[in-house]
């Protein structure tokens, strides 16, 4: 089966750094994405994984680790513009890609 | 570039009728997927296009969904009957082989609310 799993719902404060986790098992992996979602709104593109590591852009980093299904989303230096929707996705093959329910993010001044 | 476009954005049905989305997707773009969002059930891929050829429909509920891609600019998914559970935001999005990663753009949705 396909199954990806992030918590429902966080809460950070401006200025803070979160960490956003994502543990995945599916029956096949070609790379892990994020994105992002505000209320209304469509997804939009943060972050690609391949390989095992971490992967920076400006204030938003993502990591990955093949071998325990495992994966997050890193925020830095929070702003109250970042509260939104962030869903892990994982292609499986031929572009195909399961989203995970995606995990609300609250940033409070 | 204009991104993905879909019609209506909007769309307020009684149980039974029939419904029609539409989706124009990126110039160029080889790839086409429609998915499924709501609060219980999250994002969910119904049936993705590539080069106008569905490839997988196995996320297609039912019988009373159909998605058609005739040509490399136009795609529709019709749900008839519609039923109140039908009801969600469905997203058109699109992505191309050539890109260096498999992003895929969206669009802004059609938000069904089935009476």
């Known amino acids: 089966g396909q199954n990806i799993d992030q918590p429902t719902e966080m809460t950070a404060t401006e200025g803070a750094i979160v960490q956003i986790n994502c543990t995945y098992q599916?029956?096949?992996?070609?790379?892990l994405f994020w994105y992002q979602q505000h209320a209304g709104e469509a997804p939009t593109f943060l972050s690609y994984?391949?390989?095992?590591g971490l992967e920076e852009k400006g204030r938003f980093s993502s990591f990955l680790s093949r071998s325990k299904g495992y994966s997050y989303l890193l925020l830095k230096e929070l702003q109250m513009k970042d509260s939104a929707s962030y869903l892990c996705?994982?292609?499986?093959?031929?572009?195909?890609?399961?989203f995970g329910a995606g995990t609300r993010l609250f940033v409070k001044a | 570039d204009a991104g993905v476009i879909q019609s209506p954005r909007h769309e307020v049905t009684e149980m039974g009728q029939e419904v029609t989305l539409r989706c124009k997707p990126i110039?160029?773009?080889?790839?086409l997927f429609w998915y499924r969002q709501t609060m219980m059930r999250g994002l969910e891929l119904l049936i993705y296009?590539?080069?106008?050829?569905?490839?997988?429909d196995s996320g297609m509920p039912e019988d009373r969904f159909s998605a058609k891609m005739p040509n490399a600019s136009f795609s529709t998914l019709k749900i008839q009957p519609s039923e109140p559970r039908d009801s969600a935001v469905y997203f058109c999005?699109?992505?191309?082989?050539?890109?260096?990663?498999?992003?895929?753009?969206f669009g802004p949705g059609t938000r069904l609310l089935v009476l």
């Open positions: 996705a994982v292609e499986t093959g031929g572009f195909k890609t399961i």
């Open positions: 110039s160029g773009h080889d790839y």
């Open positions: 296009f590539n080069n106008n050829v569905p490839i997988d």
């Open positions: 999005a699109s992505s191309s082989s050539g890109l260096a990663v498999e992003t895929q753009y």
């Open positions: 599916t029956s096949g992996f070609n790379g």
């Open positions: 994984n391949v390989l095992d």
